[in-house]
Each structure stands twice: as structure tokens, then as C-alpha cells.
């Protein structure tokens, strides 16, 4: 007999794989190893100017609040009060560069074994005849990448690769977000709205009443003229990148509030960017609380503190969905 291809198929070629009657108590379906999950950076770190942006929005943010406009706008206050801002705002550093390097080195794609093909080979025709519900998502075939891919996953043609359980491909990080990094750039996108809105917040403050208050023209405030004056030694470095902050910082706050909400609402109803865009029938019979801890692990909001990933692991290997179905 054989297994119908599952319909949350969208991106990458498949075909209806025969299934063979197997006992599904002698199955067993291992997680990759963490180096096979692990990509260093060196190895691609995407498009240059994503990992430009991040990490001078990241360190200018944090060179020009330290210096210039958290002592300028809690000069009021005493020496300790400032000393403990100054760490907090070291710790939202600290957050947006760790989930961003977690978030490009942690790569969600399918890997075959080497230490036993022969297993392997069949792991989709297996798994197929575990049921016979036609509603059950299935294992499909890439005939690009040659290889059964799990349900859920599906071809990135930008990386080319098949990616497990593929939320969407980030340009601006230049990196698929799956099932092994969806945790750190949700977690990212928090750490940059926060970030960015108070960075933008002080900077905005600071430029009031040291420059606009100098100049008396917001004319003055416009990128290209303060770089026109930088250039011609009118004004310092400082004051152009303070000014270049408060542009990149508004624009921060703007993809981060897209970001964060669009995973925020499928990570909640235990869905995927792909299955919303691509209007996937798939039906969720977990709660918001499943499906959290699906994506990071036990006591999920813990990687809001700290990247939990190696105490808190997910559960499971992103290749069973017993909670989701077809509609």
C-alpha cells in the first residue's frame, strides 16, 4: 500500500512514498547530535549588511549610552543609581549578542546519517505506517535534496537546503529559522524592541538639548548634513553617531515590533510563519503552555533571562508532531 503525501507540503518537490508494514515498536527516532546543529559563524555568516547593522546598532547603542546620554540624563542622580543603569543597559547588550550569535550558529537543517544509511533509508515509509489516518502529517520525499524530510519541514531555495520545522528564511540575518533557532531569535527580537525603544528614548533626549538647542534648526538633525558637517569639521564624530543611532535605533524598533509579534502569534497557537503564509490547513490541539515549551524547553521564560538552551532543552528531535494534524 502506499502513504498519501501530507498537503502542509509548500516549497520543495515531493512524491507518495510506499509504505511496508513494520512493527513501530522497534523504531526509534534519535536526535542529531549538537554538532551536527552547530554551525560556526566563519563557516557563512549570510548577507553582510544584516550582521553590519546588528552589530553596530548593538555596539555604537552601547558606546554612546554609556557615555553620552545616561550620564546626561541621570545627572541628577547619585553615582550608584547611574552605576546600576548603566549595567542594566549592559545586560540588554549582552542578550541582543548572544541570541543573535545563537541564532546564526544553530542552523535547523536535515542531516543524513552516516553511521547507519541502511536504517535511515526507510525511516519515512516506517513512520508513515505507524497510522493509517489520512489527517496524520507525513514524511515526505525532496527530490532536490534527495532525502525523506520530516512533517513540517520543508526546502529553503535561498539556502538550499531542507530546513526542520522552517518557520521562514531571515534576510536580515541571512539564515533559515527552524526548530533548533526559532528560541533565540524570538528571544532576539524581545531584547532589540527593548533596546531599541529606551536607546531611542535617551538619544532622542540628548540630541534635544545639546544639539537642536545649539543649532536651532532641525535641519541640522538630517543624516547627510550632520556628515556634510562631520566631513568639513564642523561637528565631532560623536555627534555623528549619535545622530546615526537615532535613525537606526526608530528603524530597530519598527522590524522588532514585526518580528516579535509575528512570532509571538505562532509560536502561541503552535504554528509555523510558512504554514500562516502558505495558509496550511494544519490543526493544533495543544495549548498556548504545549506549545511554549515546545519551542523552549521547561520553564520557557527563563531564556528571557538567559539562553537556557543547554540546561532547558525542547523536547523531542522537531520530527513528531503528535498534537498537529490536518484539518
Known sequence: M???????????????????????????VVELPLTWRLRWPWRGLG????????????NVFLYTSLKYTLPYYFSDYDGWTVYYIKVAITY??????????????YTSFIRVTRDRPDKEEDIAIRLNAEGNDKKQ???RFCDICEMNIPPRAHHCKVCKRCVLKRDHHCFVLGVCIGYWNQRFFFVLS??????CTLGEFFTCIYLKDNILELSGSYFDLFFPVTLYSWVCGYVSLDVVLTVSMAYLLFLGILRSINFFNVQLLVITNGKTSHEEWKHVPVRVRTGVSD???????????????????????????????????IS
Open 47 to 58: 548577507p553582510l549588511g544584516g550582521d553590519i547593522f546588528y552589530m553596530y546598532v548593538a
Open 2 to 28: 502506499e502513504a498519501e503525501v501530507g498537503p502542509e507540503e509548500g516549497g520543495s518537490p515531493s512524491q507518495v512514498l510506499p509504505v511496508e508494514p513494520t512493527d513501530s515498536r522497534d523504531l526509534k
Open 190 to 195: 524581545f531584547w532589540m524592541l527593548v533596546g
Open 92 to 105: 540588554v547588550y549582552i542578550n541582543i549578542v548572544t541570541n543573535w550569535l545563537c541564532t546564526k550558529c
Open 137 to 139: 502529517l507525513k514524511w
Open 291 to 325: 506549545n511554549l515549551h515546545s519551542v523552549f524547553g521547561p520553564f520557557w521564560a527563563l531564556n528571557f533571562l538567559f539562553p537556557a538552551h543547554i540546561l532547558f532543552q525542547q523536547p523531542g528531535d522537531g520530527t513528531r508532531w503528535d498534537g498537529v494534524s
